[in-house]
């Protein structure tokens, strides 16, 4: 993959992001529930990145095993979570980490959250990017890292839909209004979901990366994960949630806090 390729695929990357967050804020202003904004968001996001991994470079129509390995993962990815969020959002009215900026915003909402979902089209770049390069790693035929990189997928997935089961089944029991998820998966960490998410990416960096630097691109698949791994700790996801959950748990939520790790699963501490 030439420079220039890859200059052209970020710009096509970013421009298509842009409009797909375009297309998340219209939704959110006729519908008034920002829970579709993730959802447009995870299907966007898939469908920019198996879009990209599908693309020839070299100006023939074939298509090798390992664009299809990525094309799949996106769309499995973005079937998995954008179906759960999207199940979700039918029932609430509004996701309380937005409806709490939006509430601050006031009257200057619509342009701050139109501001606020542009950014995230662009801090998403490094991810769809990160599908591009391991999806164009030049070396032929199917390899060891192929079929590692599917078993990655295939924990992370597992993993992901295995945290969303275990949370969903203790809400939906009416006895356990008010109270903190601590069973399952949910015992060793407060996110095992966000960890899961996070190790998914790890997928493309086992694809991508090569450690001959015969494939210096690959190199910028690790800006997947490190760029998730950021959102999910830093900004939209542990924190907004945990200050939600702060509020409305209280006592129950810190006793939590102190003996669950946040992110990496890890022993119950005392």
Request: hydrophobic residues 50%; contains cysteine.
């Amino acid at each position: 993959m030439s420079s220039l390729q890859a200059i052209t695929a970020l710009i096509a990357i970013a421009a298509a992001l842009s409009v797909v967050m375009t297309g998340a804020w219209i939704l959110w202003r006729r519908t008034g529930n920002s829970g579709w904004v993730d959802t447009v968001w995870t299907f966007g996001l898939g469908f920019v990145g198996a879009a990209g991994a599908l693309t020839s470079l070299g100006g023939g129509g074939d298509v090798q095993p390992r664009q299809m390995i990525v094309a799949a993962f996106a769309a499995i990815w973005a079937a998995r979570l954008g179906l759960h969020i999207a199940t979700r959002t039918t029932k609430i009215t509004d996701d309380p980490r937005y409806a709490s900026l939006i509430e601050g915003w006031g009257k200057d909402a619509p342009r701050q959250m139109f501001i606020l979902l542009q950014k995230q089209a662009l801090v998403s770049i490094p991810l769809a990017f990160a599908m591009f390069v391991a999806a164009h790693h030049p070396a032929p035929g199917f390899e060891l890292r192929d079929a590692l990189a599917i078993l990655v997928m295939a924990i992370a997935v597992g993993g992901e839909g295995l945290a969303d089961w275990q949370l969903q089944t203790f809400k939906s029991d009416p006895a356990n209004k008010g109270g903190i998820n601590d069973i399952g998966l949910w015992r060793y960490s407060r996110h095992p979901n966000y960890f899961f998410e996070t190790f998914g990416w790890l997928a493309y960096v086992v694809l991508a990366v090569d450690v001959t630097f015969a494939y210096p691109w690959g190199f910028a698949a690790l800006l997947g994960p490190a760029c998730m791994y950021w959102l999910l700790i830093y900004v939209s996801g542990i924190p907004p949630l945990e200050e939600h959950m702060l509020r409305t748990r209280g006592d129950k939520f810190r006793a939590y806090q102190r003996r669950t790790n946040a992110f990496f699963p890890g022993p119950v501490r005392s």
